[in-house]
């Protein structure tokens, strides 16, 4: 799966520069529906969905 790389190479870059890895559920920019979209579980890449009306974490990511 794509999305576990990412995360796993994410994890690895944050632990290199010394900042915190994030752990738990945060929202991915992907929607399912329009009451739904997707998480992802960082500390392992796995991914669900969820209302969008539940609390979850954000972490801005940028890509050069």
């Not at 990412?6 to 900042?19: E, F, P, S």
Request: charged residues 20%.
């Amino acid at each position: 799966r794509v999305i576990h790389k990412v995360v796993k190479t994410l994890n690895q870059v944050l632990a290199a520069v010394g900042d915190e890895i994030p752990r738990g559920s945060h929202w991915s920019s992907i929607e399912r529906n329009s009451e739904d979209a997707w998480s992802i579980y960082m500390n392992d890449g796995s991914t669900t969905n969820y209302y969008k009306s539940v609390d979850l974490y954000v972490r801005a990511v940028c890509a050069f």
